[in-house]
């Protein structure tokens, strides 16, 4: 079924730029370290696509990692800059990516490959990967495996559920790359019920709402927070799991 609001939503973040870098979650060590080691060499070059305000920009440059990163979006590329001032920053889309041909080791796509023409873009990611190379989507979501998150997450599921499509991407294929391995990492990030309700107020469905539907969402998860004991009172880790794909270029 078509999404109307689709369009809408990928275009979305800018307007939250700052809370996004803010409150969006980063992604474990692990998690990059297995993506790296799908590379037929260690990786140097990197690119992060769609890379939004550099949540995955900034643990690969920690890795040692030259970070090239590209962002439609000027406000979340603004919010980039800011974060990571030693990536190189570009404007550009997964579709036309602004880097010559063979330019990467390595392809990393944080919390945005759903939103891409997939078969499009993964033709352009052919073209500036390196033979060898390889692609790794991730996604960052609530740990539902926990009871109390999994009744936050139900509470929350026309605003801030994980994207649908994500668990169809396992079976797509390209061509120019091997078919995809996935893996999950559970981690956490320390949050509060204020700084939790920040986050859910970046998803684009949430940004998307009429006010007062979106008021109404932020009431309703308040409140289960405010009644859960593992929530109520102070700071509290939420528990995450990364989701990662990861696919060699041929």
Same mark, same amino acid.
């Given at each position: 079924?078509?999404?109307?609001? %689709?369009?809408?939503?990928?275009?979305?973040?800018? &307007?939250?730029? @700052? +809370?996004?870098?803010?409150?969006?979650?980063?992604?474990p060590r692990?998690?990059?370290?297995?993506? =790296? &080691?799908?590379?037929?060499?260690?990786?140097?070059?990197?690119?992060?696509?769609?890379?939004?305000?550099?949540?995955?920009? /900034?643990?690969?440059?920690?890795?040692? #990692?030259?970070?090239?990163?590209?962002?439609?979006?000027?406000? $979340?590329?603004?919010? =980039?800059? %800011?974060?990571?001032?030693? +990536?190189?920053? =570009?404007?550009?889309?997964?579709?036309?990516?602004?880097?010559?041909?063979?330019?990467?080791?390595?392809?990393?796509v944080g919390?945005?490959?759903?939103?891409?023409?997939?078969?499009a873009a $993964?033709?352009?990611?052919? !073209?500036?990967?390196?033979?060898?190379?390889?692609?790794? *989507?991730?996604?960052?979501?609530?740990?539902? &495996?926990?009871?109390?998150?999994?009744?936050?997450?139900?509470?929350?599921?026309?605003?801030?559920?994980?994207?649908?499509?994500?668990?169809? #991407? !396992?079976?797509? +294929?390209? *061509?120019?790359?091997?078919?995809?391995?996935?893996?999950?990492?559970?981690?956490?990030?320390?949050?509060?019920?204020?700084?939790?309700?920040?986050?859910?107020?970046?998803?684009? $469905?949430?940004?998307?709402? +009429? *006010?007062?539907? &979106?008021?109404? #969402?932020?009431? %309703? =998860? !308040?409140?289960?927070?405010?009644?859960?004991? @593992?929530?109520?009172?102070?700071?509290?880790?939420?528990? #995450? /799991?990364?989701?990662?794909? !990861?696919?060699?270029?041929?």
């Amino acid at each position: 079924m078509s999404d109307p609001t %689709r369009a809408r939503r990928a275009a979305s973040f800018g &307007s939250r730029a @700052a +809370a996004y870098a803010e409150h969006r979650p980063g992604y474990p060590r692990e998690a990059i370290e297995w993506g =790296l &080691s799908g590379a037929r060499d260690a990786p140097r070059r990197v690119l992060d696509l769609g890379a939004g305000t550099g949540k995955l920009t /900034l643990a690969l440059t920690e890795l040692g #990692l030259d970070v090239t990163a590209v962002e439609p979006d000027p406000e $979340m590329r603004a919010e =980039l800059g %800011r974060v990571v001032p030693s +990536a190189t920053s =570009l404007a550009g889309r997964a579709e036309r990516i602004p880097l010559p041909d063979a330019d990467v080791d390595a392809v990393f796509v944080g919390q945005a490959f759903h939103w891409f023409d997939v078969p499009a873009a $993964m033709t352009e990611i052919a !073209r500036v990967l390196r033979p060898g190379g390889v692609l790794v *989507p991730m996604w960052n979501y609530e740990d539902d &495996s926990v009871p109390w998150v999994a009744k936050f997450t139900e509470l929350d599921r026309e605003g801030a559920r994980r994207p649908a499509a994500t668990e169809d #991407l !396992r079976g797509v +294929a390209h *061509p120019e790359f091997e078919p995809f391995e996935s893996d999950r990492f559970h981690h956490a990030q320390r949050r509060t019920a204020e700084s939790l309700l920040e986050t859910i107020g970046t998803y684009s $469905m949430v940004i998307v709402s +009429a *006010p007062e539907e &979106s008021a109404a #969402l932020l009431t %309703r =998860l !308040r409140e289960f927070l405010a009644a859960n004991p @593992a929530t109520a009172s102070g700071e509290f880790d939420l528990p #995450l /799991l990364t989701w990662g794909l !990861r696919a060699r270029r041929r």
